[in-house]
């Protein structure tokens, strides 16, 4: 297991170089330039020139490339354009939200979809999978900023259940509505996927030879389905929550919530190539590690699977 | 055995996050760039005003900021040695008056004594201790301001006074025009009568500021630790969600019953970048005054109490680019793009009514302005077919539009494209961001492209002189590139002509020419609105717009 570890580690290097050098040439290449958006509309052009010397932007950027990989190896990401924060605290600073934002979300959309896919699958084609599945058709469908809205103006303004948006002093019923708005779409992925799965599943001669020795019903749907099925669930949630981690713009956007999607929106329209760097090095960093999480796992829900 | 494995993998990740979390707070103690430690004592009480905000200021260090989000927390933190009143006129503030010498180009400043620079920031002491303010801080802050490694992006709206060039050039290591002539007087020496010298010392990047403080924490950490003299002192920033600020028990300034101000114990801006939820979380009463009213719901914020709307010093137009075909030397096509569009249904119809047609450069209420001067570019296409035909496309011309992407200049620009097709206009759209869009403007690289200009203080020299001077065709402002050998004579000697009713008559002129010129297609002047909750009292919505506000005197009688 370790020395799989250490293979893959390994591995992601090349992946996540890649990826920086490919953001690194992007920022490059992308028409508009730093200096000149902090001096605003209307500039002196010296002024800019000097901006742009301090910012470094006047070196090849081959030169600029190597320097930003040299800072990055010992974690300094530079210092954003726009406010002169290290971008390492920059993000550190949106984490917790979005830390936060992500787990609730995930937990929800795992309590709601793993047990719709269970009963749709077992109860197929009956009210309750037609009543799962519309569910699920509906959630993967109705776009964020939709529900979004909905769900402010039901619980905040008509039923006043939630105080409002935003993080008020930091109490976690401002993350109530948020996390079940994110919660909805991957819920409603995993309670499609969790079908499928299973109805793959319990057509196994194993299933029927559990059947056979008289297990109880929920014995053979809850032990030897659900855990043989929940594979591609699990790949699907690694996946997910790794995109959750790396920031929703429209969630955060529309609850106020100072998450990392808003950061890397904001650097992005801002020409703030330090975040922009900065977030892309680590998102690619969560999405590896998120595969390796999720390939770990497979050994304990089928044990044929082994990595040593 | 995987089981075990795995579950212990999952334990480790949690106390990674964990980790990440307390590491976050601990760089913040290390920084100190985020918060103080301590809670400040505006939050938890009733008497602080609560407003939502649309986007993150990008720095609250005045040198250095030049956007509106940034200003209006500015204003609360810092002060200049002048102001402006309700109307725009220059009024004192930390100058109790000046003198100006007969040859317009000495200024004394007599400064108001008992000012103090803030005693904490942050919750935590300043340097400064909140010492008193003297002219040696005016001396030593224009001196930071203007000093060439400081590269503030406004340090060159001085460049008139006496040594500006020596002292960026480095040949000296001060500027000669500031000296202090005793503890309490100021004098600034400029090298021409510049006409609205005064404004331009309004603006807030010329704030006075703690040498010991800006030391301290140098340009990096300053924007993290403002300590100016305003009636509000810095408490704490969470980046993208909120800003707080607390009362100034120490404020030089009293009201007329010489009650101690501001009378609020703090202010607390939310970054709410979504309209439809500023507007939602002002319903519910969570804030007590928003940015910006959306649209859809206009109508409603009109009907309340505190709504309050004025035309703004500030114009909407596109560019045409003078130094490109085909609108180089072709006054008569440039004509024809203003005289066919409808100007009137575009603000009812795509704007809900909320702007005032343009027909020229100068907006309602800034020195110069005058409704009669001509051409007066009405709505007239018969006129515009003529003039097309003038300029040689009898047959129609096909022009591509580039504005920067926003929902607005896309249904302005939509709206604009139809008109234009009825006088043979056929004109295509293209958006890109606001960055790339001055990229290319800078360099006229674009020959039809939409701006717009919000005056930096409101003097006509802030709009003819700027935007269509030739001396600042590019980045400095006149992005079309237009160069007239009188108007340049004009706003040239309007700059230095002190006598008010001289200058008055000398913009008149230039604007003349400029609309018979017609480098832009003029479109609207701003209007600008505030909306409070009806229990906020004496907010009135200053003259340069209401992110100028400053909350000296403002009341929340719940």
Same mark, same amino acid.
């Given at each position: 297991?370790?020395?799989?570890?250490?293979?893959?580690?390994?591995?992601?290097?090349?992946?996540?170089?890649?990826?920086?050098?490919?953001?690194?040439?992007?920022?490059?290449?992308?028409?508009?330039?730093?200096?000149?958006?902090?001096?605003?509309?209307?500039?002196?052009?010296?002024?800019?020139?000097?901006?742009?010397?301090?910012?470094?932007?006047?070196?090849?950027?081959?030169?600029?490339?190597?320097?930003?990989?040299?800072?990055?190896?010992?974690?300094?990401?530079?210092?954003?354009?726009?406010?002169?924060?290290?971008?390492?605290?920059?993000?550190?600073?949106?984490?917790?939200?979005?830390?936060?934002?992500?787990?609730?979300?995930?937990?929800?959309?795992?309590?709601?979809?793993?047990?719709?896919?269970?009963?749709?699958?077992?109860?197929? @084609?009956?009210?309750?999978?037609?009543?799962?599945?519309?569910?699920?058709?509906?959630?993967?469908?109705?776009?964020?900023?939709?529900?979004?809205?909905?769900?402010?103006?039901?619980?905040?303004?008509?039923?006043?259940?939630?105080?409002?948006?935003?993080?008020?002093?930091?109490?976690?019923?401002? @993350?109530?509505?948020?996390?079940?708005?994110?919660?909805?779409?991957?819920?409603?992925?995993?309670?499609?996927?969790?079908?499928?799965?299973?109805?793959?599943?319990?057509?196994?001669?194993?299933?029927?030879?559990?059947?056979?020795?008289?297990?109880?019903?929920?014995?053979?749907?809850?032990?030897?389905?659900?855990?043989?099925?929940?594979?591609?669930?699990?790949?699907?949630?690694?996946?997910?929550?790794?995109?959750?981690?790396?920031?929703?713009?429209?969630?955060?956007?529309?609850?106020?919530?100072?998450?990392?999607?808003?950061?890397?929106?904001?650097?992005?329209?801002?020409?703030?190539?330090?975040?922009?760097?900065?977030?892309?090095?680590?998102?690619?960093?969560?999405?590896?590690?998120?595969?390796?999480?999720?390939?770990?796992? @497979?050994?304990?829900?089928?044990?044929?699977?082994?990595?040593? | 055995?995987?089981?075990?494995?795995?579950?212990?993998?999952?334990?480790?990740?949690?106390?990674?996050?964990?980790?990440?979390?307390?590491?976050?707070?601990?760089?913040?103690?290390?920084?100190?760039?985020?918060?103080?430690?301590?809670?400040?004592?505006?939050?938890?009480?009733?008497?602080?005003?609560?407003?939502?905000?649309?986007?993150?200021?990008?720095?609250?260090?005045?040198?250095?900021?030049?956007?509106?989000?940034?200003?209006?927390?500015?204003?609360?933190?810092? *002060?200049?040695?002048?102001?402006?009143?309700?109307?725009?006129?220059?009024?004192?503030?930390?100058?109790?008056?000046?003198?100006?010498?007969?040859?317009?180009?000495?200024?004394?400043?007599?400064?108001?004594?008992?000012?103090?620079?803030? !005693?904490?920031?942050?919750? *935590?002491?300043?340097?400064?201790?909140?010492? *008193?303010?003297?002219?040696?801080?005016?001396?030593?802050?224009?001196?930071?301001?203007?000093?060439?490694?400081?590269?503030?992006?406004?340090?060159?709206?001085?460049?008139?006074?006496?040594?500006? !060039?020596?002292?960026?050039?480095?040949?000296?290591?001060?500027?000669?025009?500031?000296?202090?002539?005793?503890?309490?007087?100021?004098?600034?020496?400029?090298?021409?009568?510049?006409?609205?010298?005064?404004?331009?010392?309004?603006?807030?990047?010329?704030?006075?500021?703690?040498?010991?403080?800006?030391?301290?924490?140098?340009?990096?950490?300053?924007?993290?630790?403002?300590?100016?003299?305003?009636?509000? !002192?810095?408490?704490?920033?969470?980046?993208?969600?909120?800003?707080?600020?607390?009362?100034?028990?120490?404020?030089?300034?009293?009201?007329?019953?010489?009650?101690?101000?501001?009378?609020?114990?703090?202010?607390?801006?939310?970054?709410?970048?979504?309209?439809?939820?500023?507007?939602?979380?002002?319903?519910?009463?969570?804030?007590?005054?928003?940015?910006?009213?959306?649209?859809?719901?206009?109508?409603?914020?009109?009907?309340?109490?505190?709504?309050?709307?004025?035309?703004?010093?500030?114009?909407?137009?596109?560019?045409?680019?003078?130094?490109?075909?085909?609108?180089?030397?072709?006054?008569?096509?440039?004509?024809?793009?203003?005289?066919?569009?409808?100007?009137?249904?575009?603000?009812?119809?795509?704007?809900?009514?909320?702007?005032?047609?343009?027909?020229?450069?100068?907006?309602?209420?800034?020195?110069?302005?005058?409704?009669?001067?001509?051409?007066?570019?009405?709505?007239?296409?018969?006129?515009?077919? /003529?003039?097309?035909?003038?300029?040689?496309?009898?047959?129609?011309?096909?022009?591509?539009?580039?504005?920067?992407?926003?929902?607005?200049?896309?249904?302005?620009?939509?709206?604009?494209?139809?008109?234009?097709?009825?006088?043979?206009?056929?004109?295509?759209?293209?958006?890109?961001?606001?960055?790339?869009?001055?990229?290319?403007?800078? $360099?006229?690289?674009?020959?039809?492209?939409?701006?717009?200009?919000?005056?930096?203080?409101?003097?006509?020299?802030?709009?003819?002189?700027?935007?269509?001077?030739?001396?600042?065709?590019?980045?400095?402002?006149?992005?079309?590139?237009?160069?007239?050998?009188?108007?340049?004579?004009?706003?040239?000697?309007?700059?230095?002509?002190?006598?008010?009713?001289?200058?008055?008559?000398?913009?008149?002129?230039?604007?003349?020419?400029?609309?018979? *010129? /017609?480098?832009?297609?003029?479109?609207?002047?701003?209007?600008?609105?505030?909306?409070?909750?009806?229990?906020?009292?004496?907010?009135?919505?200053?003259?340069?717009?209401?992110?100028?506000? $400053?909350?000296?005197?403002?009341?929340?009688?719940?």
């Amino acid at each position: 297991m370790l020395n799989y570890i250490i293979r893959r580690l390994i591995g992601a290097v090349p992946v996540i170089l890649g990826v920086v050098a490919v953001v690194f040439i992007l920022t490059t290449i992308v028409p508009g330039d730093p200096a000149r958006l902090m001096v605003g509309q209307r500039g002196n052009p010296e002024t800019i020139a000097k901006i742009r010397h301090e910012m470094g932007l006047d070196r090849p950027v081959m030169v600029q490339f190597v320097d930003f990989m040299k800072d990055a190896l010992t974690f300094n990401l530079g210092r954003s354009y726009r406010n002169n924060m290290p971008v390492v605290q920059a993000i550190l600073t949106r984490l917790p939200v979005t830390i936060k934002l992500a787990i609730f979300s995930m937990i929800i959309a795992v309590i709601i979809g793993v047990p719709l896919g269970i009963i749709s699958a077992v109860k197929r @084609y009956t009210w309750m999978d037609y009543s799962a599945m519309i569910f699920a058709i509906l959630g993967i469908s109705a776009p964020v900023f939709w529900v979004g809205l909905l769900a402010v103006v039901l619980f905040c303004k008509v039923l006043g259940w939630i105080p409002g948006t935003g993080l008020g002093n930091g109490e976690l019923i401002y @993350y109530v509505l948020p996390s079940i708005v994110l919660g909805v779409r991957p819920g409603a992925l995993i309670a499609r996927l969790t079908r499928s799965s299973m109805l793959e599943t319990i057509r196994q001669d194993y299933i029927r030879t559990a059947r056979a020795k008289g297990l109880a019903e929920s014995i053979v749907i809850m032990k030897h389905a659900l855990r043989n099925a929940m594979i591609p669930v699990v790949t699907v949630i690694g996946i997910e929550t790794a995109n959750l981690l790396s920031g929703v713009v429209v969630t955060e956007q529309i609850f106020s919530m100072p998450g990392l999607g808003r950061l890397s929106v904001e650097a992005l329209l801002n020409r703030d190539f330090p975040v922009i760097r900065g977030t892309v090095l680590f998102m690619a960093l969560l999405f590896v590690l998120a595969n390796i999480i999720v390939d770990l796992s @497979y050994p304990f829900f089928d044990p044929r699977i082994k990595y040593d | 055995m995987h089981r075990k494995k795995f579950v212990l993998l999952i334990a480790l990740l949690f106390a990674v996050t964990t980790l990440a979390g307390c590491g976050q707070k601990a760089a913040r103690q290390r920084g100190g760039e985020q918060q103080s430690p301590q809670q400040p004592s505006a939050e938890g009480s009733e008497n602080i005003l609560r407003m939502a905000i649309m986007a993150n200021p990008r720095n609250l260090d005045p040198v250095f900021a030049t956007d509106t989000s940034s200003s209006r927390i500015i204003y609360q933190i810092f *002060e200049t040695l002048v102001d402006y009143d309700k109307d725009g006129n220059v009024q004192p503030l930390l100058a109790e008056s000046w003198d100006v010498s007969p040859d317009k180009k000495t200024y004394t400043f007599h400064l108001r004594k008992g000012v103090h620079f803030h !005693k904490t920031v942050a919750g *935590e002491p300043t340097t400064n201790g909140g010492r *008193e303010v003297t002219a040696d801080d005016w001396v030593w802050t224009f001196n930071y301001i203007l000093n060439p490694d400081t590269n503030s992006p406004r340090a060159y709206f001085l460049d008139m006074i006496k040594g500006y !060039k020596d002292y960026q050039d480095k040949k000296t290591d001060h500027i000669a025009g500031i000296s202090k002539v005793d503890d309490y007087t100021l004098k600034i020496e400029i090298d021409y009568p510049f006409a609205p010298f005064l404004s331009v010392l309004a603006c807030n990047t010329f704030s006075v500021l703690p040498r010991e403080d800006v030391e301290k924490y140098g340009k990096e950490q300053f924007n993290f630790h403002p300590v100016g003299t305003g009636p509000f !002192k810095f408490e704490k920033w969470i980046q993208d969600d909120k800003i707080v600020l607390s009362r100034n028990d120490n404020y030089w300034q009293k009201d007329k019953n010489g009650n101690q101000l501001p009378y609020l114990d703090g202010l607390e801006f939310r970054v709410i970048t979504d309209l439809a939820m500023e507007w939602t979380e002002f319903e519910l009463g969570n804030v007590d005054q928003i940015e910006e009213v959306a649209d859809p719901y206009y109508a409603e914020a009109k009907a309340k109490k505190g709504f309050q709307e004025t035309a703004e010093p500030a114009t909407y137009f596109y560019c045409f680019n003078l130094q490109k075909p085909p609108f180089k030397d072709n006054k008569a096509l440039r004509q024809a793009f203003n005289y066919a569009i409808d100007r009137k249904a575009l603000i009812d119809i795509v704007r809900n009514g909320r702007a005032l047609p343009a027909t020229g450069v100068l907006p309602p209420g800034i020195m110069g302005y005058d409704e009669n001067i001509q051409p007066k570019y009405t709505y007239d296409l018969e006129k515009a077919k /003529a003039l097309l035909k003038e300029a040689g496309y009898p047959d129609g011309i096909k022009v591509e539009l580039v504005y920067n992407t926003s929902d607005t200049h896309k249904s302005i620009a939509e709206a604009l494209q139809a008109q234009l097709k009825n006088a043979g206009i056929d004109v295509s759209l293209k958006n890109i961001d606001w960055s790339a869009l001055l990229d290319a403007a800078d $360099k006229m690289e674009i020959p039809f492209f939409r701006m717009g200009w919000t005056a930096d203080y409101p003097d006509p020299d802030n709009f003819l002189y700027v935007l269509l001077n030739s001396a600042n065709i590019g980045a400095r402002g006149n992005y079309s590139g237009f160069n007239n050998k009188k108007f340049d004579e004009l706003t040239n000697q309007a700059r230095i002509e002190i006598d008010q009713a001289k200058r008055t008559e000398l913009y008149k002129q230039a604007e003349a020419i400029a609309r018979e *010129e /017609a480098p832009w297609l003029f479109i609207y002047h701003y209007t600008d609105h505030m909306l409070v909750q009806d229990y906020v009292k004496n907010a009135v919505k200053p003259f340069m717009g209401e992110y100028t506000m $400053k909350y000296t005197q403002v009341k929340l009688e719940k």
